[in-house]
């Protein structure tokens, strides 16, 4: 994992990491708030029993 610092392209991440910042950028974007654990779960094709 790269450190981070200003103008740091995406692409430079791991493609899982990419998606978390993906579906945080479109919650953001949509002032949808923060992402939960269960649709961090679902975005990644995890099961969640309640």
Same mark, same amino acid.
Request: neutral net charge.
């Given at each position: ?7 740091? @392209?995406?692409? +430079? ?8 910042? &993906?579906?945080? @950028?479109?919650? +953001? ?8 654990? &269960?649709?961090? @779960? ?9």
């Amino acid at each position: 994992m790269p450190v981070w610092r200003e103008g740091l @392209a995406w692409s +430079a991440l791991s493609v899982d990491y990419q998606r978390i910042l &993906q579906l945080g @950028a479109g919650r +953001a974007r949509l002032g949808q708030g923060p992402v939960t654990c &269960q649709e961090m @779960a679902a975005a990644f094709g995890m099961v969640i029993d309640q």
